[in-house]
């Protein structure tokens, strides 16, 4: 008896495919050629977009209703991926819009820490628990009479790597620029994050699955339905990210002015710049919660990573630094 020919992806639209996350999405989906990729942009946006048989770009009003269903009929899959600047409503309106389109699958704008028991505490935690309402969004959009609620899947992926680093010292502590970093206690509490590079490949190796496996044990779509996929470029401490830094720069800690503060005492005064107005405190305080020890930071021990079932490369840490440090010398950080 001949077996079932698997179903796979075909038809991926893709929201916010020139930002940074959004365009390596993008870039790595088109080199498996094996999808057709709706890209939904702004209709005054003036970016630009791969010129292939495959990509087709649709301008599209995201407070239209009518625009949205129109752009993701008949998808298979919908990618969404949403600056911090974007509108909170949009995207529950793209969401309702695809369920009522027919998209089977939504990636949605999460791009966190594991939800749930891997999370631990942090993911309870408000700084980092209001990225769960892009996962709600999905989990409570209301469908057609006679329709099928999509599922949603999740890329669990922690901080991205290159841009953290780079951003400033709010962020992951550094100051690469004047060679200033303020580690949390002693530096040596490890949390998992990921380039925006294996962020990609792994989005493009999901799609490139069979939806449902057609042999035991393969992976398939349908293992990650309404779950996350959870992958890391690195578990790594601000201790080893100081250390690529002196490798990448030629530099030793004692080019670098250290400081040392509590974790728990950064966190809180994150809070009260916040609550002072100062959105860097939004930025200090939870990058500062995710270095808590034993609370969710570190969500690949005792339960491990979707890596290998992807089939993601191992990556250089120093080969990440060094894209960090050239975003640095390109104009990027606190200015």
Not at 20 to 35: F, N, P
Not at 89 to 103: F, M, S
Not at 256 to 267: A, Q, S
């Amino acid at each position: 008896m001949a077996s079932k020919q698997a179903d796979y992806i075909r038809k991926v639209a893709l929201v916010g495919a020139s930002g940074k996350i959004g365009s390596h999405i993008l870039s790595s989906i088109l080199d498996t050629g094996k999808h057709s990729v709706t890209i939904l942009t702004r209709p005054d946006s003036s970016a630009t977009f791969p010129s292939s048989p495959n990509v087709n770009v649709v301008r599209v009003d995201y407070a239209s209703e009518e625009d949205l269903i129109s752009a993701l009929r008949g998808h298979d899959f919908l990618v969404i991926t949403l600056s911090v600047q974007t509108s909170p409503t949009n995207h529950a309106l793209i969401v309702e819009a695809a369920a009522k389109a027919g998209v089977k699958w939504i990636m949605p704008n999460y791009w966190a820490f594991a939800p749930g028991p891997r999370g631990g505490t942090l993911s309870s935690d408000p700084l980092i628990s209001s990225f769960g309402k892009f996962i709600d969004d999905v989990r409570n959009v209301s469908v057609p009479d006679g329709g099928v609620k999509p599922n949603w899947i999740a890329l669990c992926c922690g901080f991205w790597y290159e841009f953290s680093l780079s951003q400033g010292e709010p962020w992951f502590g550094f100051d690469i620029k004047n060679r200033r970093v303020t580690l949390y206690d002693e530096g040596e509490v490890k949390i998992n994050t990921s380039t925006w590079e294996l962020c990609g490949n792994a989005v493009a190796s999901l799609l490139s699955l069979p939806i449902a496996s057609s042999e035991h044990g393969k992976p398939a779509v349908e293992d990650w339905k309404n779950q996350g996929i959870h992958i890391s470029s690195f578990l790594i401490s601000q201790r080893e990210m100081l250390d690529s830094l002196n490798r990448v720069l030629g530099t030793s800690d004692e080019d670098w002015t250290i400081t040392k503060d509590p974790v728990k005492t950064r966190y809180e005064k994150g809070l009260q710049q916040l609550q002072g107005g100062d959105r860097l405190g939004f930025a200090k305080a939870m990058y500062a919660r995710c270095f808590f020890p034993g609370e969710g930071g570190d969500y690949e021990t005792g339960y491990g990573l979707d890596n290998g079932k992807l089939g993601l490369p191992k990556e250089s840490l120093d080969k990440a630094t060094k894209r960090a440090v050239e975003m640095v010398k390109g104009g990027a950080g606190i200015h």
